[in-house]
Structures are given as C-alpha cells and as structure tokens.
C-alpha cells in the first residue's frame, strides 16, 4: 500500500514536547518531507529528507525514521505551533507523491 | 525571493472545464519540477501531478488521469493545470508548489497561496 497514515490529533502543553508519527510501505525505501499549515495559509516545508530542517525553521522541529514508520517531534512546543502536519513522500517507484492523512496539533 | 502565484479558479457547473495557471518568480523556473497539490474544503492535502522541468515527464494522481493536464511554459515561467470533466469531488484549494530533490528525496519546498475550484451546479 502507498498510504500514509497518521494519527488525527496530537494535544500537548506549552513547553512540553509533541510527537507525529506516520507510518506507510512506500518509507522503506523513499524519503519523507513534514509540511506545517495554519488556518487559511499555504504548507510549509519543515522537514525533508527524513532529518534535514530548511533554513529558517526553528530548531525544535527534527524529524527521525525507523523503518516503515517516520516521526516528527517538536520539542518545546509553542503556541505558534498549533496547526495541521502532514507527512509526505513518494509510493515505492518515486513516481507518484503522496500525503499522509495529517494531524491537528493542538497546544493546550 | 521566491513566489508562486495562482489564479483561474472560479465557480463551474459540473462536466465543465477550467484552466488554473501559476506564475513563479524569484528563481530559475526551468530548472525545477513542479507539481499541483489541491485540498478539498475541510479536508487533507491530495496530490494531483507533477510536470518534470524540461515537459518531458508528467504524472497523475489516478482520481484526476484522463481528465486533467498539466502543462508548462518555461519561457513565460508558468505552470498550467486543465480541468476537464469537472466533479462537485473537484471541488478544493488548488496549490502550485515547486519540488527539490535533494539525495534522492523529493520535497515541495515553494507553495503558492491557491485557487478555488468549485463546481457546483
């Protein structure tokens, strides 16, 4: 299967830390990107390559692999940091892109 | 600084078709591939294609193949994509969004803002 899946919702408090697991086949071999998106605005990339945080992407985001699984963890989690995440890769012959199911993240 | 910037969106009654375009600026559009993410009222992020930089290769989500093309022109630094057959499940935000590959990992690193589509009749 290409799926992605995720869990639906994450809630954490200030300052504490906030982990987004999403599991899929296609992650054996290919890697995944986690996008940030707030009400009424664009993604935006905040992991890619499994690990890699883009420029200007605060710290506390890091992203980690093991296996079929990937997880992304805010650590220190801000208020700012309330939003949809979603992973994304490619199926398992990198010619079709696909998203994970995304996840609300809600900061108590 | 770059930018991506959508427009053609608008209110379509099904079986019709619609055009949306994105502008990109702020880099060397040639030399990327691109693709259309589109996201249903609500409702999560869905690819729908990708165009490679040179036209060469472009591929589909298998909900929109047979009905939508994507298309670019590098010379004017746009990106099209054609909606023919329209469904009221069409219906959605549609992103253009600029694709890195970076060891073998392929990432949609510039979105633009998005267009609605709705068809409705």
């Known amino acids: 299967s290409d799926e992605l899946t995720q869990p639906p919702s994450v809630s954490v408090s200030p300052g504490q830390t906030a982990r987004i697991t999403c599991s899929g086949d296609a992650l054996a071999s290919q890697y995944a990107s986690w996008y940030q998106q707030k009400p009424g605005q664009a993604p935006l990339m905040v992991i890619y390559k499994h690990t890699e945080r883009p420029s200007g992407i605060p710290e506390r985001f890091s992203g980690s692999t093991s296996g079929t699984r990937v997880t992304l963890t805010i650590s220190g989690v801000q208020a700012e940091d309330e939003a949809d995440y979603y992973c994304q890769s490619a199926e398992s012959s990198g010619t079709y892109r696909v998203f994970g199911t995304g996840t609300k993240v809600t900061v108590l | 600084e770059v930018q991506l910037v959508e427009s053609g969106g608008g209110l379509v009654q099904p079986g019709e078709s619609l055009r949306v375009s994105c502008v990109a600026s702020g880099f060397t559009f040639s030399d990327y591939a691109m693709n259309w993410v589109r996201q249903a009222p609500g409702k999560g992020l869905e690819w729908v294609s990708y165009?490679?930089?040179?036209?060469?290769?472009?591929f589909y989500a298998g909900s929109v193949k047979g009905r939508f093309t994507i298309s670019r022109d590098n010379a004017q630094n746009s990106l099209y994509l054609q909606l023919n057959s329209l469904r009221a499940e069409d219906t959605a935000v549609y992103f253009c969004?600029?694709?890195?590959?970076?060891?073998?990992?392929?990432?949609?690193?510039?979105w633009g803002q998005g267009t609605l589509v709705t068809v409705s009749s």
């Open positions: 165009i490679s930089s040179n036209s060469r290769a472009a």
């Open positions: 969004a600029r694709e890195i590959v970076s060891g073998g990992g392929r990432s949609l690193d510039y």
